[in-house]
């Protein structure tokens, strides 16, 4: 393990460079790219170093101070260069290059381990090192430690990477490039909707609450509806200004100071709760003092309502509304955060059912998104807050990032990962939701409640790309629907002798109540119905009993609606109407196999290799046949 290391001195860039600006000291650079989003490019000045390493925004990784190699200063300054030129000029996303130049640093950080140390000074040697490189990250393919198309994409935008860097064009083709496998993509889960309830549950309460109190100019203490399932006190908390402007019961717990709120309660601390906190004889403040500087608090934030208190609660609302938007829009987070506005120049247009499409023109080219008619008014609201959070500035981006009243508002680049933050210290059992994750779950209602094609219209995907990547289905809903589907057929196979009160018999199995259809879930492919053998099949009514009459008749339906289907399947639309009868009938079969799987087996070699049919689909097979089906 190096010995000597240390948090180096640092000094932060931010991207681009001012035109003719020159690093003297490329150790001390880190570069920032917007946000949270930095490299530590002078790093690579010192031999010693610790790869990958925590990092602050403006804190270097940790080296030897002796090992300042000053034969790096200039390949570095190049590199510092080229990525500035690159951020300029350049057609990608800033997201895009930092991910690059991060592999980029990343592959010079291994290449320095493995002996080839001037992998910067020149494209001879960055040759040499990469082929080495792709070797490796083979190897790691073979051995399982990363999938095929990571170390693909790995490989790819390193190669793209120093392509750039010494102006050579498709650097790449000249090695033996991993390819990407489209079969083994990585496919996107939706997470629970116990998870997406609830955070959508938080985001909603703060959002509304925080957006009314800052819009409404509601007073401290101000009362802030909760989801119940947090089970707070009234389902609430009361909200005081400062920095800390909540307490939940369990923070409330653990806290050891009082600074004047009473947070369960509502107001401010009495005297002698404060005498009890302060005594005299452990403190050198005072209760007076205390109660006296919660008063001011209160009473100066209630009499300014652009109180950078109040302020910064719209900006939690603001925050908060960033994931709700996401959620029902279902959009990348690069392409949200993108977004640019003009203010009060937009248009809601009715584009398909359901949905609503909000157009604005801005910066010379149309722009577009749709929203749920359910979420329109929050939208409405947002922009007011917009406005608020703003405080009078201009910002070209619909979402922004603004860390006081003051500062220019900046395009949002911090991502989710702030909200989540405050998120968990409501609920810490929290499960964080990324932005590709509401996709797959926004993907995942659509493709249940419309049509892949609707579903790719309304992400702006394929429909190749939705069902591959987003159609999962959560695993949750996987349980559920299969702990549906077994209790469905459960409740329709009974024993051999169980009598049916009031039955009826039916060409698949017993009625249990004749006229009184119902169907088995919500979305079944056929109507249940009291007229066709395909409806009792979707009935909840339908009892089968698990002896060799019903199972006659089912195989027996089986064979004829075979019997019917035009072979090759030559008409689409009569296998869509028939497939979910053969299934249904397989399901119900497989039921009556758990509990006499010989009988089953024996029955229907009868059925299918000697036609033994059941009477009643004897006739239809006669008839059909007679037709020359």
């Keep these: 393990?190096?010995?000597?290391?240390?948090?180096?001195?640092?000094?932060?860039?931010?991207?681009?460079?001012?035109?003719?600006?020159?690093?003297?000291?490329?150790?001390?650079?880190?570069?920032?790219?917007?946000?949270?989003?930095?490299?530590?490019?002078?790093?690579?000045?010192?031999?010693?170093?610790?790869?990958?390493?925590?990092?602050?925004?403006n804190g270097g990784r940790r080296v030897v101070l002796k090992s300042l190699d000053v034969s790096r200063f200039g390949s570095v300054q190049r590199l510092i260069s080229h990525i500035s030129a690159s951020v300029r000029y350049g057609r990608l996303r800033l997201e895009s290059l930092h991910s690059s130049f991060t592999r980029l640093i990343a592959y010079v950080n291994w290449a320095d381990m493995q002996g080839f140390a001037d992998v910067l000074v020149n494209d001879e040697?960055?040759?040499?090192?990469?082929?080495?490189?792709v070797s490796h990250i083979r190897d790691r393919v073979a051995r399982n430690d990363i999938s095929l198309n990571a170390g693909a994409k790995q490989q790819g935008e390193v190669a793209r990477a120093i392509g750039r860097l010494y102006d050579i064009e498709d650097f790449e083709r000249a090695f033996n490039l991993l390819r990407k496998d489209s079969n083994t993509s990585e496919v996107t889960s939706p997470p629970s909707e116990t998870s997406q309830g609830r955070v959508l549950a938080i985001c909603t309460s703060l959002f509304s609450g925080l957006s009314a109190f800052a819009l409404e100019k509601r007073d401290y203490p101000y009362c802030l509806e909760m989801p119940s399932y947090l089970g707070f006190p009234n389902d609430s908390l009361w909200v005081f200004p400062?920095?800390?402007?909540?307490?939940?019961?369990?923070?409330?717990?653990?806290?050891?100071?009082?600074?004047?709120?009473?947070?369960?309660?509502?107001?401010?601390?009495?005297?002698?709760?404060?005498?009890?906190?302060?005594?005299?004889?452990?403190?050198?403040?005072?209760?007076?003092?205390?109660?006296?500087?919660?008063?001011?608090?209160?009473?100066?934030?209630?009499?300014?309502?652009?109180?950078?208190?109040?302020?910064r609660l719209g900006t939690q609302a603001f925050h908060a509304y960033f994931i709700l938007f996401i959620a029902a829009t279902g959009m990348n987070l690069a392409q949200v955060t993108e977004l640019p506005w003009v203010d009060d120049e937009y248009e809601v247009e009715i584009t398909r059912q359901g949905f609503r499409t909000i157009k604005w023109r801005a910066g010379g080219k149309n722009t577009s998104f749709e929203l749920p008619i359910a979420a329109?008014?929050?939208?409405?609201?947002?922009?007011?807050?917009?406005?608020?959070?703003?405080?009078?500035?201009?910002?070209?981006?619909?979402?922004?990032?603004?860390?006081?009243?003051?500062?220019?508002?900046?395009?949002?680049l911090s991502g989710l990962d702030t909200t989540y933050k405050l998120l968990n210290r409501l609920d810490p059992s929290l499960d964080m939701i990324s932005a590709r994750e509401w996709r797959a779950a926004k993907s995942d209602w659509l493709v249940r409640n419309t049509d892949p094609a609707t579903a790719a219209l309304v992400l702006q995907n394929t429909e190749k790309t939705v069902l591959r990547s987003y159609a999962e289905g959560s695993e949750t809903r996987h349980f559920e629907e299969m702990g549906t589907f077994l209790g469905q057929v459960a409740s329709a196979v009974v024993a051999r002798d169980d009598v049916i009160a009031g039955g009826t018999p039916r060409s698949v199995g017993v009625c249990s109540s004749f006229g009184a259809p119902v169907q088995t879930t919500s979305s079944t492919p056929v109507t249940p119905d009291c007229r066709g053998s395909e409806g009792c099949l979707f009935c909840d009514k339908l009892k089968v009993h698990a002896d060799e009459r019903d199972t006659r008749k089912l195989l027996s339906c089986r064979y004829c609606i075979r019997l019917a289907t035009p072979p090759g399947g030559s008409f689409e639309s009569f296998e869509k109407l028939v497939q979910p009868v053969l299934d249904r009938i397989d399901q119900i079969l497989g039921g009556i196999a758990e509990r006499d799987p010989e009988m089953v087996q024996r029955v229907t070699q009868e059925v299918d290799e000697e036609g033994e049919l059941d009477p009643y689909w004897a006739s239809k097979a006669s008839m059909l046949m007679s037709l020359e089906f």
């Excluded at 690093?23 to 031999?47: M, N, Q, W």
């Excluded at 401010?268 to 003092?289: F, G, M, N, V």
């Design 1 to 57: 393990m190096t010995t000597g290391l240390v948090r180096r001195a640092t000094h932060l860039y931010d991207l681009p460079l001012a035109e003719r600006v020159e690093i003297l000291h490329p150790e001390l650079a880190v570069l920032s790219f917007g946000g949270r989003r930095t490299i530590d490019v002078g790093v690579l000045c010192y031999k010693q170093r610790v790869m990958p390493d925590t990092t602050t925004r």
């Design 125 to 133: 040697n960055a040759r040499t090192a990469f082929r080495a490189y």
């Design 242 to 311: 400062g920095t800390s402007w909540f307490k939940t019961p369990s923070m409330l717990a653990a806290s050891k100071t009082n600074a004047g709120y009473d947070f369960a309660n509502g107001r401010l601390s009495t005297a002698e709760e404060l005498k009890i906190e302060y005594p005299a004889q452990k403190t050198s403040h005072r209760w007076q003092d205390v109660l006296r500087d919660a008063r001011i608090r209160v009473d100066s934030a209630n009499a300014d309502f652009n109180h950078r208190s109040r302020w």
């Design 376 to 412: 329109l008014p929050a939208f409405k609201k947002f922009l007011e807050l917009r406005k608020f959070v703003l405080q009078g500035r201009k910002c070209e981006y619909l979402f922004f990032r603004s860390l006081t009243p003051e500062e220019p508002a900046r395009r949002y």
